[in-house]
């Protein structure tokens, strides 16, 4: 029967998929792109249920049945307003005014009633909603990039952190305090992923072969880092930005400690960003293992401060390392300035940017970011770091290719985004694309130690997902393929952040914001350019040449078994490595488990 049951899942999704896009190449009107759907999903509820009710238990069901019910309710509410519009005119016509004045008003209710109710939320079940994202698992698009390509790291401790922490401000037990974690075990934790990323045996290896596959990549030269070349590892510390008022920075950027309501997280207070862990094991490694010289390393996010207490832990070890602000030199910091040209052309042709300058001479870049969701984009990861690299005050600009761009003032509106679906302009495609952005990254890094709440405004939450099982989720993803990193932790974000589990009332905004329809639509695009939109061309360098694939894209067979193309011995597609290696089951156990299930 599981077999039956897959097929008749990708089966429908395929079709579903299929005549969307076919409609919407068409310019078909979303009205009768709704109609068609429901008359499709209720065809095939009706002749799969009928026959053998028990069926309505099947995936296959459950996908088409959200969209089918929308329908039916869309038909019902308009058969009730033509029938109470017949006897309004009825009862007008034997002078019945106070009945027609009543129905008349009921039939404006149901009216009203059915506008609001957009038939997007119906739609998005089947294309980005709980049900997940419409390509559906191991289904590779791209070119998956790396010395071993396509393959991304996970590390999973659960020693890394401190399971009691509860980032508040009593006594000072935010996520980054660092008495909440083990550097200790979290320098293993990074270690072992670069050793993994690149098959080598020790780390000095490791971090050649990532300088010469960039330098490869780039300049067409198989050579490693040479000394006074520049590198840049850009965090994600955009609330520094607004969060911390003139006292904290004449005091050297320290987290806001100005009075609010005790034991509650506030939009100014431990919301999840870059902590002091990852990147202290990055700058030792990179100094002591590879070689480079402190002075040729900045760390920082181009449009924010960096909070003291990551400061304070970095520069403590390596006070010659620049740690940039574009405010002001204080407190040893180094300013930055913005580029004298624009570097950055969006695809769309609507804007463009200019960047920084420590960007602008970088010759490596490393992008830490975090593993958390995102009221706007569904997810903020490493693409999504680079709102913060452009240079102007803000990134509202940039909001509008976003799924859901009015989060900022209608939060409620997730859920419902007025851009959702795929083949959409997606600003993140030209910020992957750019060459002063994703493609002078050698090495991608995400940030799991604490999993993000709800959106990118919340502190971290305890994740249910196994191996997390409400515990952090003290995880750390690498790789040198973006695309397949994004891929990744996608997976994990729409997996935890599924409308199901209900982490605090500290994110009772939105549950499922990463399952929002078309979050990876970017990833899609950057992927493979028969997944752009008509009448787009991405090239963010104004260079004439459109960008290749920037990676592969799939998604895993289920969150229990985590498995990928590459995990299942097919070519082209992610590989997902785990620290310990039995969180992805191999190939060899999941052959036992079907066996099991068959017998």
Not at 209 to 222: E, H, I, M, V
Not at 267 to 292: D, F, K, Q
């Amino acid at each position: 029967m599981n077999t039956k049951v897959k097929f008749d899942l990708s089966k429908l999704k395929g079709k579903l998929r299929t005549m969307r896009i076919w409609l919407e190449e068409k310019h078909i009107p979303p009205g009768i792109l709704f109609i068609i759907m429901g008359i499709a999903s209720s065809v095939w509820f009706l002749i799969r249920v009928i026959p053998k009710p028990s069926r309505a238990t099947y995936p296959c069901i459950q996908v088409a049945a959200p969209i089918m019910s929308g329908f039916i309710i869309y038909l019902l509410s308009l058969g009730g307003i033509t029938f109470l519009l017949r006897k309004t005119w009825r009862n007008l016509i034997r002078a019945k005014y106070l009945a027609a004045a009543g129905l008349l008003i009921s039939s404006v209710i149901i009216l009203i009633i059915n506008l609001a109710t957009d038939s997007s939320v119906t739609y998005a079940a089947y294309t980005g909603g709980p049900f997940g994202p419409e390509d559906g698992a191991n289904m590779p698009m791209g070119k998956p990039l790396g010395l071993n390509p396509g393959r991304v790291i996970w590390a999973w401790n659960p020693d890394a952190t401190n399971e009691n922490c509860k980032n508040v401000i009593e006594n000072n037990d935010w996520y980054f305090n660092t008495v909440n974690a083990d550097q200790k075990v979290i320098n293993n934790m990074v270690s072992e992923s670069i050793l993994k990323i690149t098959g080598k045996s020790n780390l000095k290896q490791a971090w050649d072969g990532l300088f010469r596959y960039q330098n490869q990549k780039k300049n067409k030269k198989n050579e490693g880092y040479t000394a006074g070349e520049k590198i840049f590892i850009k965090i994600n510390q955009g609330t520094a930005s607004w969060a911390l008022s003139q006292e904290d920075k004449d005091k050297g950027y320290f987290v806001p400690t100005y009075p609010i309501k005790p034991g509650a997280r506030s939009r100014s207070n431990g919301a999840l960003e870059t902590s002091p862990y990852v990147v202290l094991e990055i700058l030792r490694e990179l100094i002591n293992e590879a070689g480079v010289k402190p002075s040729d390393i900045s760390v920082g996010d181009p449009m924010a401060h960096i909070f003291g207490h990551n400061f304070t832990a970095w520069h403590n070890e390596f006070p010659d390392v620049k740690y940039i602000d574009k405010f002001a030199d204080k407190f040893d910091r180094t300013l930055i300035k913005v580029t004298e040209d624009t570097l950055l052309f969006y695809s769309d042709k609507k804007i463009k940017d200019k960047l920084y300058d420590v960007i602008e001479n970088a010759d490596y870049m490393i992008n830490v970011a975090s593993l958390k969701p995102h009221g706007s984009a569904g997810v903020s990861l490493t693409a999504k770091n680079h709102f913060g690299s452009q240079a102007r005050r803000g990134a509202s600009h940039l909001h509008y290719s976003s799924i859901a761009p009015t989060w900022e003032t209608s939060p409620r509106e997730v859920g419902n985004p007025s851009n959702g679906g795929y083949k959409k302009y997606r600003v993140m495609v030209d910020l992957l694309g750019s060459r002063y952005l994703g493609q002078n990254t050698m090495l991608y890094i995400v940030d799991g130690l604490f999993g993000g709440g709800a959106d990118e405004t919340k502190g971290p939450v305890k994740y249910f997902m196994a191996p997390f099982n409400n515990d952090w989720s003290n995880s750390i993803f690498s790789s040198q393929d973006e695309v397949a990193l994004e891929s990744v932790c996608f997976d994990f974000l729409r997996s935890e952040w599924d409308g199901k589990n209900i982490h605090n009332k500290a994110n009772n905004v939105c549950e499922w914001a990463p399952n929002m329809p078309g979050v990876d639509d970017y990833l899609h695009q950057s992927a493979d350019s028969k997944n752009w939109p008509v009448g787009i061309v991405y090239d963010p360098d104004n260079s004439g040449k459109p960008l290749g694939s920037l990676g592969v894209h799939e998604h895993w067979n289920n969150p229990a078994d985590k498995q990928y193309s590459g995990n299942l011995g097919v070519k082209n597609g992610i590989s997902l490595v785990s620290i310990p290696e039995n969180l992805v089951k191999s190939k060899e156990q999941l052959k036992k488990k079907k066996t099991r299930a068959d017998s």
